[in-house]
DNA sequence: GTTAGTGCAAATCGTTTGCACGGTT
DNA sequence: AACCGTGCAAACGATTTGCACTAAC
């Protein structure tokens, strides 16, 4: 996984190449994306930085905005459920999938070469100039099969 | 595919089965996802059917209740666009995943093989009991890129 | 007759936007 | 100084819900 000073370089530099500025928000939510792994819905992202820095002010207008800006950037990936909102994580290491569990709401990465080349091959096929994709295998997880017995 | 009656007999099952009733609206809503093929939104099935049975009164709450019913009962299959809604789907034709163009948001269906085997075998890895997946390639779809020029 | 389903409108939830002020360049 | 970013609250769009009425059982 790359490094914060490289990644913070980066979004500098992006930030600067389109002629917006670094502001201390849009700082905080980045280093609070690195430092906590897992996915954060934008509510929860605000909460954790309310809870860590509480001296800043920050709206969770500033959240959606900067997560925006981010996922333009490809400094972060995204997984959407449905009207349920989406959960937003760095997206700097390597690239994944997910699972789903249906009934805790709980991710597990995983990735797998198979399929990452196929979705390519298929891409192509359909004359598809190919963004990004996204997978999630949705089930109950083990945890969660126990539970219900 | 299946066919239409069969379709409705089991639906007809599932629904004594829960204590629910067959109404005039379920049945249309099934009738008009069977006979429409694509993709639809709730408001856009619900102005499919104001046009085709201007007689029938319908709002919008019983499209989504119905969606939602179907859903579950795993007669329809959705697809999930962010925020921007869901569409919906009869899901009882042969599985398929989607490329999702991200300018027009057209769907073109595809299926493969090897992909849905992958699938499998890594819900089995991680002990997920796998009750549905999928998968969406986004990018831009070969009559956005022309247009793009 | 009992119970679930309906339409309607109001409520809700996640997200976006307009605006006046404050911070970065 | 110029201009972008911010918080706030209002606006928004998709979806859900409470209610009194209606229809399926």
Known sequence: MIDYETLLI???QIL???GLKFTKQRDIILKTLY???GHFTPEELLSIIKKDYPKLTIGIA???RT????????????ISFGAKGKKYEIG????HDHLVCIECAK???FLDETIELQQELIAKKFDFKMTGHNMNIM???KECQKKKI
Do not use: Q, W
């Open 10 to 12: 980066s979004f500098k």
């Open 16 to 18: 600067k190449d389109n």
């Open 35 to 37: 430092s906590n792994t």
């Open 62 to 64: 500033t959240i959606y």
């Open 67 to 78: 997560l925006g800006l981010l996922e333009e950037s490809k400094i972060v990936d995204s």
């Open 92 to 95: 700097v290491k390597a690239h």
């Open 107 to 109: 991710l597990i990465e």
């Open 139 to 141: 089930g109950i997880c």
